[in-house]
């Protein structure tokens, strides 16, 4: 039976932290000189020296279908990578970061119907501004392109949403028995088979001969990967995949802003004020999401006392 999560607001605000680290993946992915599988694979490849010592004494309590599961969470993450990162070589940064974040449309109803998570009114309309915000922030800089190359790169990045859906999907379920540091090892196994598999396929290894070619790498393996997706994993715990989804949505306003402080863009007003509806809608889902877990204690504590 699924762990009901209280979603407080401190594990609320370490999640926008862990969109913050996932944020700059496209930047280092570009930065990379390494073809896009090849990429994601030393991206996880980095991240297991570290992570090792944080889980080694709990991998032995683990049951076969434990593993299985997260070995599956892995697979889900290297597709999410692989296809994520090669549509960056086909489509713009702005298309791709949108279309790879609508996660919520695979998030909500599976979180609804499998895992029972209240959805009222109010959370739809959060969800919705939500969405809305994105769309305003991201309308100058998505291209609509007709070509067959860009549509592919779009399409290329929807089909990221689907997988890194499920990647969210299996690790909450996991949460409730296992550690965030072990699901991150364990699930790391099936990842690294996976673009291996890939790799082989379709471009063969390559090897950063390079500070140059290895510090995106390693930036991708301590920012996005481990603090990024470890952050996300533990939180997934404390916060209902619901309103974990429509958070990581806001990804792009995030990269809006490192464009600003990175690159010195300039953000207009109308950039402002999507960005400022974007987190209104947050806002308001967090809100629901508050008020059914205070529902749901007021009616725990009234059947309790009248046992």
Known sequence: MMQQRQNQTKYILLIFLAVCFLATGGIFVKLSSLPPINTGFYRVLFSIPILLPLSNKQLKKLTRRQVL??????????????????????????????????????????????????????????????????????????????????????????????FYAGFILTVYRLRDTVSSNVIMLV???????????????????????????LCPLIGLA???????????SFCLGKVNATISSIITLSQPVIAALYSLIIFHENLTTFECFAILITLIGVYLAKSQSNAVWARLKLTKKRAKNNV
């Open 187 to 213: 699930s790391s196994v099936g990842s690294l088979a996976t673009l291996a598999i890939a790799i082989f396929i379709t471009e063969g290894f390559y090897f950063p001969k390079s500070m140059s070619d």
């Open 222 to 232: 301590l920012i996005s990967q481990i603090l990024g997706q470890g952050l996300l």
């Open 69 to 162: 599961t997260m070995f599956a969470a892995g697979v889900f993450l290297a597709l999410d990578l692989t296809f994520w990162n090669i549509s960056f070589h086909y489509t713009t940064v702005a298309n791709a970061n949108l279309l790879a974040n609508l996660t919520p449309f695979t998030v909500i109803p599976v979180s609804y119907f499998l895992f029972k998570e209240k959805i009222n009114k109010n959370f739809i309309l959060g969800a919705s501004i939500t969405l809305l915000g994105v769309c305003l922030l991201m309308s100058s800089k998505i291209s609509i392109n007709l070509s067959s190359l860009s549509i592919k790169g779009d399409l290329l990045s929807l089909i990221t949403s689907f």
